[in-house]
């Protein structure tokens, strides 16, 4: 009797690890979504709403794969981290998202698509969630680029990197691998820069860095795990007519608005008449670059003004009153900043504070007020956003966003859109550590601690063209572009902004001297404005990485 009771009790172990093994395993969906644009968020929730609605058709119909069970989370609604690397503590962390039992993780952007989830399932079941692998849409650099720190310098079109708005798919095994790498407790790490420029990039770096392939695996690269190219996802829903493997995973482009739409879509009427724009510059480049910026934008940018470090009445330029230093220039932009305001005065209908460099190009129809089937580029983007709240848009970049004293900045030479609350606030409240600290870094350092977030607008570069993989170009219609090393300029304005040179800008309206800019000072307190700045010149960083 005891021998039969052993016998049973054996059976019953037996199946219930079978049955516990057979228990369907998790397919994450993460919809990595901005939180501060309401258009953003009502994408955000059109992707999740679109595959829950394919899932319950599966359901419904009895083809959903029964080895699956599908999760879909909004990651704002959890937390608020835009690079991956800096989430996936929280991901198995204190949001509990990351299970035992998570076999693959999708993740999406706001822009990214999922035409057909059954397709997708399918595809996934093809695959091992076992490996060690992640799957996308692959990149390449054309060349050494300074956004990407020029790694892979000798061979950079070897080295693939995901397309993040087409959907990235990680085995469960990687991600919860990643997870102990980044966690608290994790040793050993390679990682190149404190600086997030690309997170897409970053992310491939850092696994080709940190996780080593199976010993029988071999790479193009010596080196770590790299991404592998997946046809299933695509930049477009159209990338390739006539495809063998359908597109279940895509990125949708960002098309222009219409003029129907932008009367329907824009909460807040803006024309170009409402920006006003702050032109950085200094005399060595006085003849060298801003005539450039006067055969292309300045046309359509009547509320230009050129601060200079010196006054140049040929231009004209407005003194700042600051001497120019080679890098930094904190303290010339504060002044820019408050010669600005004194400028506006009491002008009502300027709104916005656009502050770009002397070598910034921008999008013709960016400004222009005029075109009877064409909308404003910077217009379409401020019509969204109320210029009478605190707003602080740009191309957004990281800065040791792993540390409780990281931050989130906008990169200067793409530019920087204020609305002008935000101006006074800044003259009102930030300060520099230094005349030569990084103007914009210590600007966002100062917008952090204030608690005004660094609002990201696609389309801004803070380099050249050809630093960026051209179907992200492609994807997202450019705003401007930085840099007029090594590059034609002129070209670049014709080719990638779409604008025509002309021989004669917009003239510049009489401007009427004022003082040079005040004392520079702070209510906020200088003591944290200094400590973010002894935290750059620590960690060897205190020059602005100048792009």
């Known amino acids: 009797m005891p021998a039969r ?35 953003a968020r009502s994408e955000c929730s059109a992707l999740s709403h679109s595959v829950l609605e394919q899932q319950r058709a599966l359901v419904l119909t009895g083809i959903l794969p029964g080895d699956f069970v599908l999760n879909v989370h909004l990651m704002h609604e959890l937390f608020n981290h835009w690079t991956l690397l800096d989430a996936l503590p929280h991901l198995s962390g204190q949001a509990r998202v990351l299970g035992a039992r998570t076999e693959w993780i999708i993740w999406c952007q706001h822009n990214t698509r999922v035409s057909s989830l059954r397709g997708l399932l399918e595809q996934l079941r093809r695959q091992d969630p076992r490996e060690l692998s992640f799957y996308g849409h692959a990149l390449y650099d054309a060349e050494a680029t300074i956004i990407h720190h020029f790694s892979n310098h000798k061979d950079p079109q070897r080295f693939p990197y995901p397309m993040l708005s087409a959907g990235v798919i990680f085995t469960g095994a990687l991600l919860r691998r990643l997870a102990d790498l ?26 080709f860095d940190n996780v080593p392939p199976a010993p029988h695996i071999s790479t193009p690269i010596s080196g770590g795990i790299m ?42 009427t803006t024309t170009g008449s409402h920006i006003y724009f702050a ?28 601060y200079s470090d010196v006054a140049d009445v040929g231009i004209p330029t407005i003194s700042t009153g600051i001497p120019n230093v080679q890098t930094g220039h904190c303290a010339k932009t504060m002044a820019i900043l408050q010669l600005s305001l004194k400028d506006i005065g009491e002008q009502l209908d300027i709104r916005w504070l656009m502050l770009v460099d002397d070598d910034t190009l921008l999008k013709p129809p960016l400004i222009h007020t005029h075109f009877p089937t064409s909308v404003p580029r910077v217009s379409a983007l401020l019509c969204r956003h109320n210029a009478t709240e605190l707003v602080y848009l740009g191309q957004r ?29 800044i003259v009102e409240r930030c300060s520099c550590p230094s005349a ?112």
């Open 227 to 268: 991404l592998k190219s997946a046809s299933y996802i695509c930049p477009t829903a159209a990338s390739v007519p006539h495809r063998k493997v359908a597109c279940v995973l895509h990125a949708q482009p960002e098309e222009p608005l219409t003029l129907g739409q932008r009367r329907h879509g824009c909460l807040h």
């Open 436 to 547: 030569s600290a990084p103007d914009d870094m210590i600007l966002g350092y100062c917008l952090q601690a204030l608690g005004v977030p660094a609002i990201p607008a696609a389309g801004m570069h803070q380099a050249r063209p050809q630093d960026y993989a051209g179907e992200l170009l492609q994807l997202q219609p450019p705003l401007s572009f930085h840099k007029f090393w090594n590059t034609d300029p002129e070209h670049t304005y014709r080719r990638w902004l779409g604008g025509s040179l002309v021989n004669r800008s917009a003239p510049l309206e009489a401007h009427k001297e004022q003082p040079a800019a005040g004392p520079l000072h702070t209510v906020m307190g200088r003591h944290s404005l200094a400590a973010g700045f002894r935290l750059l010149q620590a960690t060897g960083l205190g020059k602005h990485l100048d792009l």
């Open 182 to 207: 980044v966690a608290s407790t994790g040793h050993n790490i390679t990682v190149h820069s404190d600086f997030s420029i690309d997170a897409s990039y970053e992310l491939a770096r850092f696994i």
């Open 279 to 306: 032109i950085k510059t200094c005399a060595k480049f006085h003849k060298e670059r801003i005539p450039i910026i006067e055969r292309t934008w300045a046309a359509d940018a009547r509320n230009r003004r050129y």
């Open 397 to 425: 970049y990281g800065y040791r966003l792993h540390a409780p004293d990281g931050f989130n900045y906008h990169t200067g030479g793409a530019g920087i859109v204020l609305s002008l609350p935000l101006v006074r606030l």
């Open 5 to 39: 009771i052993c016998v049973l009790l054996l059976l019953l172990c037996l199946v219930s690890f079978c049955c516990g093994s057979n228990k369907p395993g998790e397919v994450l969906l993460v919809i990595a979504c901005p939180p501060y644009t309401l258009h």
